[in-house]
């Protein structure tokens, strides 16, 4: 049978470490009171010796042999030698083979089996009767009559089964049993946190994502249940993000394939007028919004690869300043173009170690996104702000209006756009700012300035986890 439940499996191991325990015990103990036992018996024997030949000596040196007179004598002894030995039974067997007992004794039937040589003169042997338990005895072999005769001794073992059982295994087992009493309760809490995680991961297995394990101690159950909430918020996220991903790029792609169609149906009508000047616009604009369909899947897909990839990947050293100065020479044409007031402050030391293409990827839509939103003859600032852990970008445009705070919350939402907002774009610029910043273990943020908006964005000047690797 296959135990499927750990506080089964705890309860299965408890009983089996007692029940080992108990055993172990009881052959330890029986060894030990058997060589105790054997110890009492060879200090004992001198004793017994002493007390056979003294109480026995009278009637072991007469001549005369085995007489009626010697054998009466011999059984008004075997009584008081039965009771200072404490014996269960005391006879002798006499030089010619016969049994000579107290007078009110008597013998049942027996075998009675050598065991061990403990002395010239003295075995151990196990008397055996189907009237009387098992005993222990004593054969002495002594001087009798001129020949050898045999006193043979059966009492009581030293240290009997049923007392080792009383007095050994009864309070062991108690004890053992009160320990049970004490730790499965302490197990039976421990686990309930297990299979309160237990639930919670079930019911998010069938799809309840917002369902969190309540983490009570700081052990490792307790470790393991903020480990399971943080890996459910981040499924729940991603999940979260893939359907209103789908919901908004449904809603994106509808627009330009809209006008695809309008321009396909507008060339093909002007293809049957024979008006091929027309159709040479059409077909401009279907390359348009082609072009444009394009770089909307192209930032779909760098979002999408930055929400799925939690590792940064390779890190190197990035100057800020270098990187600012070299976006500005890049959009010159579009400053020029808008007649576009740019105003620069950069700040000693901008050095920060992180991944570069992410880093430029970032700023540049910033930049960007100041210059597009920008109207002409407006004014744009770029500034850095650093100190010993972190460099700041700040980056202010003209704009008609202010946002509010929650615009300024959800414009880094990918696809959000400021209320009213007809000039073309994604609208996945600022998500993947806030997507870099959130990886580079930075932040980026956007707040009201008179006359427009200013941009935020601070990242560390070393990263934590590239810190670590370096420690």
């Not at 705070?405 to 959800?410: H, K, L, P």
Request: hydrophobic share 40%.
């Amino acid at each position: 049978m296959q135990l499927k439940s750990i506080s089964a499996k705890l309860l299965a191991t408890f009983l089996f470490i007692l029940a080992l325990s108990l055993a172990f015990y009881v052959i330890l103990f029986s060894i030990t009171m058997h060589r105790d036992a054997e110890r009492s018996i060879q200090r004992s024997i001198p004793m017994i010796s002493s007390l056979l030949t003294t109480e026995l000596a009278s009637v072991a040196q007469s001549s005369d042999g085995e007489t009626a007179e010697n054998t009466a004598a011999l059984k008004k002894i075997m009584p008081k030698l039965q009771e200072i030995l404490l014996a269960e039974y005391v006879w002798i067997i006499t030089p010619d083979g016969s049994r000579i007992t107290g007078e009110d004794t008597s013998i049942p039937d027996h075998t009675l089996s050598v065991v061990k040589n403990l002395d010239d003169d003295v075995q151990l042997a196990v008397f055996r009767s189907v009237y009387t338990d098992q005993l222990q005895a004593l054969k002495f072999s002594i001087p009798f009559w001129g020949k050898k005769a045999t006193v043979v001794i059966a009492q009581q073992p030293t240290w009997p089964s049923h007392k080792i059982l009383l007095d050994f295994l009864i309070p062991t087992a108690g004890t053992g049993l009160l320990i049970g009493m004490i730790v499965l309760p302490l197990i039976s809490r421990t686990l309930r946190p297990l299979k309160e995680l237990e639930a919670a991961v079930i019911n998010f297995a069938t799809g309840d994502l917002s369902k969190r394990a309540v983490p009570v101690h700081n052990d490792e159950v307790g470790r393991l249940s903020r480990t399971f909430n943080i890996m459910a918020d981040n499924l729940e996220q991603m999940t979260r993000f893939r359907h209103e991903l789908t919901a908004n790029i449904s809603h994106e792609l509808r627009s330009p394939l809209t006008r695809i169609q309008m321009s396909e149906e507008l060339a093909f009508l002007s293809c049957e007028q024979q008006n091929y000047q027309n159709v040479k616009k059409h077909l401009n604009a279907v390359r348009t919004e082609v072009a444009e369909l394009d770089g909307l899947i192209e930032e779909i897909l760098r979002l999408s690869k930055l929400e799925l990839n939690t590792q940064i990947g390779e890190v190197g050293a990035c100057d800020i300043t270098n990187t600012l100065q070299r976006l500005i020479r890049k959009n010159a044409p579009i400053i020029e173009r808008k007649k576009l007031t740019v105003q620069t402050e950069y700040s000693h030391d901008c050095v920060i170690t992180c991944n570069y293409p992410m880093v430029n990827l970032a700023i540049s839509n910033l930049v960007s996104n100041a210059l597009k939103f920008s109207p002409e003859r407006g004014l744009v600032r770029i500034a850095t702000i650093s100190d010993s852990t972190t460099v700041s970008i700040e980056i202010f445009n003209t704009f008609y209006r202010n946002l509010t705070y929650t615009e300024q919350v959800a414009i880094f939402e990918p696809f959000a756009r400021a209320e009213g907002e007809n000039i073309p774009g994604t609208g996945l610029g600022l998500a993947l700012v806030a997507k870099v910043a959130e990886q580079h273990e930075g932040r980026v943020s956007t707040h009201n300035r008179v006359g427009g908006l200013l941009f935020r964005l601070t990242l560390p000047r070393v990263l934590a986890s590239h810190k670590q690797r370096k420690a």
